[in-house]
């Protein structure tokens, strides 16, 4: 059977984890249309008669500026390094140099594939020019358009990507769908929520810390630390009267039991830890160890 490890880079809201997501017909990875909402590798494992990819969504390349940045580059650098395969994606309205210029530094040392994502929302003409640009770049093996929210272009896509796998035993249980244990998802649930709600910097400075997770009879019991960098941050993560947080408590709690399928008691509290996002100790701690 085909077997291999296909990796998802590109810029930040690319739309790479809903392609990991549209893949697997299952929400793994969160998605806003914030930047950066990606701080960790993901792994989706797909598994059919016949092959198991299994996909890797990394977070957006950008310039670290904390340590966190540099965490989050540090997965996308070791995404390079196991890949059978490079999925190259760029949204099909983005500035086509910046892109080439990510893409050129990455150094891939496997084939890659240049999927032109979001063609829903330009015209035929702009993804001529979007394919003519990158046409000839020595990084680019193939080429295929597809929009990854409407699962336009998947199955072509699919093919492509089984057309470059080696073959071999399976690395996973056919039931597997990631690597990842359930209580990162909580958290990344949790985390989904605060960028839905909060606005300019707060969801940036926000880590998610699931300190609880107990199975009981009937239902699961959550406790969740949401963490933040300073006291009026605080504030407004709990807003007024804790009408903010409550909301908050309530959204994330119905994704999470979407996610399980069970019944859950979600507790959340807010705590501060100045400059967690260059203090090695918490960076470890939250999970981000690159």
């Not at 969740?224 to 009267?241: F, M, N, P, S, Y």
Request: net charge neutral.
């Amino acid at each position: 059977m085909k077997v291999g490890f296909v990796n998802i880079f590109g810029k930040p809201n690319a739309g790479k984890s809903t392609l990991l997501n549209a893949f697997l017909g299952e929400k793994l990875a969160i998605v806003s249309p914030k930047v950066q909402t990606t701080r960790h590798r993901i792994k989706g494992i797909l598994s059919e008669p016949g092959y198991q990819v299994i996909f890797s969504d990394t977070p957006g390349i950008i310039e670290p500026k904390y340590k966190l940045h540099e965490r989050m580059m540090q997965a996308v650098k070791s995404a390079l390094e196991d890949a059978d395969l490079a999925l190259l994606l760029v949204d099909v309205n983005d500035n086509l140099e910046e892109s080439d210029g990510i893409f050129s530094s990455l150094r891939l040392k496997v084939p890659a594939v240049l999927v032109i994502n979001k063609i829903d929302s330009a015209t035929s003409a702009r993804l001529e020019e979007v394919k003519a640009y990158f046409t000839g770049k020595a990084y680019v093996k193939d080429m295929v358009a597809v929009s990854a929210l409407n699962k336009h272009g998947l199955d072509e896509l699919l093919q492509k990507v089984l057309s470059y796998l080696p073959e071999g035993e399976p690395f996973f249980d056919e039931e597997n769908l990631t690597d990842l244990p359930t209580r990162f998802f909580v958290g990344e649930l949790i985390r989904e929520q605060v960028y839905q709600l909060y606005q300019d910097e707060i969801p940036y400075h926000t880590a998610v810390l699931v300190q609880e997770f107990k199975e009981k009879s009937t239902l699961i019991k959550i406790q969740a630390d949401i963490i933040v960098q300073r006291d009026t941050q605080k504030g407004i993560i709990l807003g007024e009267r804790g009408k903010m947080i409550k909301e908050l408590g309530t959204r994330a709690r119905k994704e999470i039991e979407k996610f399980l399928g069970q019944k859950v008691f979600l507790e959340l509290f807010v705590k501060v830890r100045p400059k967690w996002r260059d203090n090695d100790l918490h960076l470890k701690e939250y999970g981000y160890n690159g």
